[in-house]
């Protein structure tokens, strides 16, 4: 699976919407992007995945650049239950294992 | 529809005994995923399971580990002759099918203390 980047670290106020950046300039054309996030001592979560289009669930919303070198998540009203570890991954069709490769992620603190 | 279960959830073993971590899949799932989480580090892939095989093993230390995922019954991660090194968070994952863009859905882990 391609490697992906993103911020160690970003501060969001309570009820403010929150743009979690991911850069994966070597992405193949048939890599999925995922994101998982991982509350404190708990298990990851899963948030939403995309592959080219720009995606919408009631938990976030996924903005893939055309050239899929890079996406968002964005959270529309962050909360206090939003601050976690929000890990963006790649997974395409040569994994073979088909597990998630997990990096060191970007933490989220929501300030009240 | 019940989550993937993991127990126990808390571990404590001294040096030397045996742990046996369990987890079930959600309904209709059948692949697991084991992952370890060490302290203040991320997760990494330990093996993928499917209904009594053993699919991708890369991920396991290559002694005193093993895992299985019996006809019957929840998948077991099984660590002989624990050492303190084995002190982490052990999460299990299941997910319906194989291929990509499947979801993967976690348990809660469990957390297994070596003193």
């Known amino acids: 699976d391609a490697k992906t980047t993103q911020p160690n670290s970003m501060e969001s106020n309570e009820e403010e919407p929150v743009h979690l950046p991911c850069n994966h300039s070597?992405?193949?054309?048939?890599?999925?992007i995922h994101w998982y996030r991982q509350l404190p001592s708990q298990g990851p979560e899963y948030v939403i995945h995309g592959l080219t289009s720009n995606v919408n669930n009631r938990m976030a919303s996924l903005a893939i650049a055309e050239d899929r070198k890079s996406s968002t998540l964005i959270l529309h009203r962050a909360t206090l239950r939003d601050a976690a570890v929000y890990y963006c991954?790649?997974?395409?069709?040569?994994?073979?294992?088909?597990?998630?490769?997990f990096g060191p992620g970007t933490r989220l603190s929501v300030l009240p | 529809n019940a989550g993937v279960m993991q127990n126990p959830r808390h571990l404590v073993r001294r040096r030397g005994q045996e742990a046996r971590l369990r987890c079930s899949p959600m309904k209709g799932h059948s692949h697991v995923y084991w992952y370890r989480q060490l302290p203040e580090e991320g997760l990494k892939f330990m093996v993928y399971?499917?209904?009594?095989?053993?699919?991708?093993e890369s991920g396991m230390p290559k002694e005193r580990f093993s895992a299985e995922f019996p006809k019957e019954g929840p998948s077991i991660l099984r660590i002989q002759q624990v050492v303190r090194g084995d002190s982490a968070a052990y999460f299990c994952a299941s997910s319906r099918d194989r291929a990509p863009p499947s979801e993967q859905y976690f348990g809660p882990g469990t957390r297994l203390t070596v003193t």
């Open positions: 399971l499917q209904k009594e095989n053993i699919i991708d």
């Open positions: 070597t992405i193949s054309g048939t890599d999925y």
């Open positions: 991954i790649l997974r395409g069709l040569d994994n073979y294992g088909q597990n998630f490769v």
